[in-house]
């Protein structure tokens, strides 16, 4: 049999052109291995640039149907390949991580590709695409910062630190392969009873995008959004169980009722294309999650938040093109918004608001976020891409209370009865 040579270009993380098409639907041609792209590194005028590809004129859009891979490292295999001039070991006794990497080393992207391949390459796209419309709001180019995890994996996160608008901004994109031990496994069957409960552990999978954006200027509202796919395997590397999660939501320091409404309203039609009971539904779910119990408040004003969706719910194909829905609702929900605010006058007090609706925000992050905690737990964790979301600065102050009838009065009465905006 003919020996392994990969070609050392492989090993460089591909992007992707883009724009968007009929209808805000994001946009994407295919490509090949001999496409892939530029080595992701730390530059300073944004993200690297990606392959030009082909297809002017067609309309290939991201959806039901649409399959992407991108590349990571496979090093073992590869090293093992290029020194000894043998076959790589059978796929049956790699990982899924090691399945992944050869599938797209051999094959590029086809219509077969599996649902992790197809969301790590939609989150990836989707990165460029928002972190370029920042960069135009702020002024400032974003640090592009890649990452491999030894486990298998990787991450692209993207932060700007005192721009012009956002204090600080980071939109990250997370690969995970690892393995869920047996207790984890119990945990996770009361959702999703397709896991097997008699093994000690498994191959787990997920792929996710967040980001949070944190406005200088008192009067533009901070947002969070985070979307996810996680997939288990078993012994064989066949998918045992697979759900999706996400949502994203508003957090204003003062309270405008049109940016609110705008804000639900461009995620209410987004979720109304696949489901109308799904805003209703995932709105009171993002109310009661995005909740600091110990305070008896929300963070903010909502949104939507929803977790494991799966085959109880609907097909993978439609939960796919719900996600890539509301991740295309991001750009147009919010920054009409910041545009209207960035540049609005304000005083040192309001200032001093800001940071103690700040130090709410790192609180429900530290005591309450599910995420936060996953990663932190994670085996070969990346703290500061985790912790990406806190805000630069932020202020406690011993038993503050607003003065009755003000502003800030106004937005706590709004955190301790969430409103209904649409």
């Not at 974003?142 to 991450?155: A, I, N, Q």
């Not at 721009?163 to 069957?189: D, Q, W």
């Not at 996680?230 to 957090?251: I, V």
Request: proline share 7%.
């Amino acid at each position: 049999m003919a020996s392994v040579r990969p070609s050392l270009r492989l090993l460089k993380p591909p992007f992707f052109r883009s724009n968007y098409g009929p209808r805000g639907l994001l946009r994407v041609d295919f490509f090949t291995p001999q496409s892939a792209g530029r080595t992701v590194r730390q530059m300073s005028d944004g993200l690297p640039k990606g392959p030009k590809l082909g297809n002017a004129g067609k309309r290939p859009v991201f959806g039901a149907k649409a399959r992407l891979a991108v590349g990571i490292p496979f090093v073992g295999l590869l090293v093992y390949s290029m020194a000894t001039g043998e076959p790589p070991a059978k796929a049956d006794t790699l990982t899924i991580a090691e399945k992944d990497t050869l599938a797209k080393r051999e094959s590029g992207v086809t219509e077969q590709s599996p649902m992790r391949l197809r969301m790590e390459a939609f989150i990836k796209q989707y990165q460029k695409e928002i972190v370029a419309a920042l960069e135009k709001v702020d002024g400032k180019p974003f640090l592009v910062d890649s990452w491999d995890r030894p486990e298998g994996g990787g991450g692209i996160t993207c932060v700007l630190q005192d721009g012009n608008v956002f204090e600080k901004a980071g939109v990250l994109t997370s690969v995970v392969y690892g393995s869920l031990p047996r207790a984890a496994i119990a945990k996770m069957r009361v959702n999703h009873k397709a896991l097997d409960p008699d093994v000690d552990s498994l191959e787990f999978f997920v792929a996710g995008l967040s980001m949070v954006l944190h406005p200088s200027n008192p009067m533009a509202p901070t947002v969070h959004l985070n979307y996810r796919y996680f997939e288990t395997a078993d012994e064989a590397g066949n998918t045992s169980a697979w759900w999706y999660g996400g949502g994203c939501d508003l957090t204003p320091c003062y309270l405008f009722d049109e940016d609110a409404i705008h804000f639900h309203n461009t995620i209410k039609s987004a979720c109304d294309k696949h489901d109308k009971a799904y805003y209703p539904r995932f709105k009171k779910w993002c109310d009661e999650y995005f909740s600091n119990t110990h305070r008896g408040e929300t963070r903010g004003v909502g949104g939507i938040f929803f977790d494991d969706l799966d085959e109880t719910e609907k097909d993978q194909e439609q939960l796919f093109a719900f996600v890539q829905d509301c991740l295309g609702a991001f750009l147009p929900s919010y920054l009409p918004i910041v545009n209207r605010r960035k540049d609005m006058p304000f005083t040192e007090h309001e200032k001093q608001w800001q940071q103690l609706r700040r130090g709410r925000y790192v609180e429900f992050n530290l005591v309450h976020d599910r995420g936060t905690a996953f990663g932190l737990n994670a085996p070969g964790a990346r703290v500061e891409s985790i912790l990406m979301s806190l805000p630069l600065t932020a202020r406690w102050q011993y038993m503050h209370s607003p003065v009755k009838g003000t502003r800030e009065e106004k937005l706590l009465d709004v955190l301790k009865s969430p409103k209904e905006w649409v």
